[in-house]
């Protein structure tokens, strides 16, 4: 016997479970996540920040799209899931070419005094000579955010199965089959949410891979340095993305800015790119790193372009991708979640039709 609903969700991650939340009651929906909970990828291992001047200007568009929801104002929560947090771009002589490009087009970015930048972040090197500041980048709660997902799409009669690895895609007579965790799915649409493995799903229903790519991105929790209260600090980044940094529960989040690609896998870092990275962080701040208290690495999925693919497949009736969300995932997933709801629902896109046709699989050849 297989288990019918409207439309199959594959991958439990803040994608598959936003979109269960934005399709809301209107379809019977249910999520398959290969896990035996949801957002154990990309989701779980991000950075939590919310920077509105991050990526090209299509995930400019979604950051802006975004924002409401983020802030508490759409329907998931009685309050926001931000919180005030600030974004430091300092650059060294060399890395002026790329702060010219950070600052170009950008809103709501300041540039600032060095001595300034050395107010906010007193651990800086004397030898950076430009800064920048973005008041509104911002923490996200995005366990609190995924559980809002979750509660909402519950709401709506949705279902998660977990330990349901999807192992085979076929489609006959309209309708889609699906067997995963020892079970058949039927469906008229599915959807492609599954990360760095979005490509190898896609094969699984015979569609020809678009090319998103997984990527390493490393991060590593340090002590706050001796008598500083860091918990005020902004989100720091080198204008080249040389490091990041960033205040966690009172010590010090440090990302190498790693971007190593990697096939879909349950990644870890690498001991000798996080060191690279931190030795990178330690000349560009007056901090010696001398312990790690942990450390973790997840996947960045990008397709070529470095933009999102959202949209209905035009090489497969009833396939939906929803996947290469790159290091934006989590603050563009309202937006990202509700055009795939408009899309899959038949509504008008609340998104302007410029960026709906560049988020469009078919500009890959999907
Ligand atoms: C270190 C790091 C820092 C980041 N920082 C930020 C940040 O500050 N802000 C931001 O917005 N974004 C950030 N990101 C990016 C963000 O985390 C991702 O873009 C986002 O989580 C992608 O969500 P997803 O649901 O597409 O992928 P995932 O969370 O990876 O979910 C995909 C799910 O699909 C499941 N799956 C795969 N194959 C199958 C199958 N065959 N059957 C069933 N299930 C399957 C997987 O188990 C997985 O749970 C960061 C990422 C990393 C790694």
Request: proline share 6%; glycine share 12%; with cysteine.
């Amino acid at each position: 016997m297989s288990i019918t609903c409207d439309c199959l969700i594959i991958g439990g991650g803040i994608a598959g479970i936003g979109l269960a939340a934005h399709l809301g009651a209107e379809r019977s929906t249910v999520v398959l996540e290969m896990e035996d909970a949801p957002g154990r990828h990309a989701t779980g291992r991000s950075a939590a920040i919310f920077i509105r001047n991050y990526g090209n200007a299509t995930l400019r568009a979604l950051n802006d799209a975004s924002v409401e929801v983020l802030g508490g104002g759409g329907a998931f929560a009685e309050t926001g899931f931000l919180a005030p947090r600030g974004e430091l771009v300092v650059a060294r002589p060399e890395e002026m070419e790329r702060f010219a490009a950070y600052l170009d087009g950008a809103e709501g970015l300041e540039q600032i005094s060095v001595a300034e930048a050395m107010r906010l972040f007193p651990i800086l090197s004397g030898d950076h000579v430009a800064a920048a500041y973005e008041a509104g980048a911002a923490d996200i709660d995005v366990d609190r955010l995924l559980q809002a997902y979750l509660r909402a799409a519950r709401h709506a009669g949705s279902r998660l199965v977990t330990s349901a690895r999807v192992s085979a895609i076929s489609r006959k007579g309209g309708v889609w089959r699906v067997e995963a965790g020892g079970e058949t799915y039927e469906a008229q649409v599915v959807v492609n949410a599954a990360g760095a493995w979005a490509d190898t799903v896609a094969g699984l229903a015979g569609l020809s891979p678009l090319g998103i790519q997984p990527y390493r991105r490393s991060a590593a929790i340090l002590p706050a340095p001796a008598g500083l209260d860091v918990s005020a600090w902004p989100a720091v980044v080198s204008a080249s993305e040389a490091w990041y940094a960033k205040p966690e529960a009172g010590k010090l989040l440090v990302s190498p800015a790693d971007e190593d690609p990697l096939p879909p896998q349950d990644a870890w870092p690498d001991d000798m790119v996080l060191a690279e990275g931190l030795d990178r962080f330690e000349k560009a701040t007056t901090v010696a790193v001398t312990r790690v208290e942990r450390s973790w690495a997840g996947l960045r999925s990008f397709a070529p372009d470095r933009t999102p693919v959202a949209g209905f497949s035009g090489a497969a009736e009833g396939f939906v991708w929803l996947a290469g969300q790159g290091g934006y995932g989590i603050q563009t997933s309202p937006a990202l979640s509700r055009l795939a709801a408009d899309l899959i629902l038949e509504r008008a896109p609340v998104l302007a039709p410029a960026v709906v046709v560049a988020l469009a699989p078919g500009r890959l050849g999907g």
